[in-house]
């Protein structure tokens, strides 16, 4: 599913007190050319162009945010994202998820750049203090590697086709500007330049405990997990304060990973032996009596581990700093992922899932098909709610392939008996 999100830095909007510098955008324009220069410090890069700032509204940013993913892969797959979420209990069955994600935006996103404007807006109501500067060390971050890599460019023909390695692409994208804010912040905090409450205020996890695991745990992932991986680490603590090698960033960009897979397990990527790409699964559907393909996607090893976990073991975000340090964005049941494909049917109010999965061993299979197993009461009745009472789960395993359907409001045999899945052979 796609859960795209701007290029944005996430803290809590902090009050101006009276004694702070007024934020003017003469004063913005001053602070993006002193940091611009530490950028291209840190990031072994110069800018081409000089990078446009703006200071805007909330109305604004939820007015881009909003545009920004219909660009992406358009209202109709936003409403069928949603479908599929409250389908597998990932949600609350009246949630909106897209709706959910832009109130998530709106209340911490302080300042973000816009790849199609070349331009860097800060949310009002800052000052010219510390958190805007370490904010404009993370965003002229993107405004580089977009002058040099064309984030768009890359970024939405995968969000069109295959979620799972958009998030990846995400990963590479917010990792470069956690690792070079975090390059530029943490010796200027322990010099005293600038406080640690404006560190804490930029915190990227400020303001998650409300929101569903979906979001959250896709979110931080870009940031934390993308910034390890650039490290060459699983380990999300080390990926902050491992400076990342800058042949290695110009490789991740040039050549970007084509799965969360990938990011999770960074071995999969950087070590040639141990080289791991995804398997093209193909969906293949021949529909009849009135139903309709709305959707098909990839969910991918970091979606999958949420899908596999039950409601019950899922637990608000917790922003201690030693629970982010441990933090596991992957479990058990979704390692060892090969490739998969969805597809989302409906017709009329009943809806149709289609999922096909494939492992690198049978035990692998086994294991995943174990844990959607635990979580079958629970989706069954979900289809049910959703179903005014009709709703069903079936779950086939034969050898590396995981099958998963899920219906409600009407019976699944008129759709899954004829949609054929392919996989692509290693």
């Not at 909330?58 to 909003?66: G, N, T």
């Not at 998820?97 to 800052?126: C, K, R």
Request: hydrophobic residues 45%; contains cysteine; aromatic residues 6%.
């Amino acid at each position: 599913m796609n859960l795209l999100c701007a290029l944005a830095t996430l803290c809590p909007l902090p009050a101006v007190s009276p004694s702070s510098d007024e934020l003017t955008l003469a004063v913005l324009e001053k602070l993006r050319d002193e940091i611009m220069k530490d950028v291209e410090e840190l990031r072994g890069l110069e800018f081409k162009k000089p990078v446009a700032v703006e200071i805007a509204s909330k109305d604004e940013l939820l007015a881009y945010a909003e545009e920004r993913n219909d660009d992406a892969i358009g209202a109709e797959a936003q409403e069928a994202d949603t479908t599929v979420a409250r389908m597998l209990a990932l949600i609350p069955a009246d949630m909106d998820l897209e709706e959910a994600a832009l109130e998530l935006l709106q209340d911490q996103a302080a300042g973000f750049y816009d790849p199609a404007t070349d331009t860097f807006y800060i949310v009002e109501g800052f000052d010219a203090g510390g958190m805007l500067r370490i904010i404009l060390a993370h965003e002229l971050t993107h405004a580089l590697d977009d002058q040099y890599h064309d984030i768009d460019g890359v970024l939405f023909p995968r969000a069109r086709e295959n979620s799972d390695s958009a998030a990846a692409y995400m990963a590479v994208v917010e990792g470069s500007g956690t690792a070079v804010m975090n390059g530029w912040a943490m010796p200027r905090a322990l010099k005293g330049e600038i406080s640690m409450n404006d560190l804490k205020g930029a915190d990227t996890t400020a303001g998650l405990g409300d929101a569903p695991e979906i979001l959250w745990k896709s979110m931080l992932h870009s940031y934390l997990q993308g910034a390890a991986f650039l490290a060459r680490t699983d380990n999300v603590m080390k990926g902050q304060v491992s400076p990342p090698d800058r042949d290695d960033l110009e490789r991740a960009f040039r050549e970007p990973p084509l799965s969360t897979e990938q990011i999770l397990h960074p071995e999969k990527y950087w070590v040639g032996e141990q080289l791991d790409e995804p398997r093209k699964v193909t969906l293949t559907a021949k529909l009849s009596d009135g139903w309709e393909l709305v959707r098909e996607d990839t969910f991918g090893e970091l979606a999958l581990s949420m899908v596999t976990t039950p409601a019950a073991e899922r637990k608000p975000f917790d922003p201690s700093p030693m629970a982010v340090a441990t933090m596991r964005f992957g479990n058990d049941a979704a390692a060892g992922w090969g490739g998969d494909r969805f597809a989302l049917f409906e017709r009329g109010d009943a809806r149709v899932l289609f999922l096909e999965t494939v492992w690198d061993s049978e035990d692998e299979a086994v294991e995943f098909e174990e844990a959607m197993e635990e979580r079958r009461t629970e989706l069954e009745a979900r289809a049910r709610e959703l179903g005014n009472g009709v709703g069903s789960m079936r779950l086939d395993i034969a050898g590396d392939r995981v099958t998963l359907v899920l219906a409600y409001g009407a019976r699944d045999d008129g759709v899954v008996t004829r949609v054929v899945a392919a996989v692509e052979e290693r």
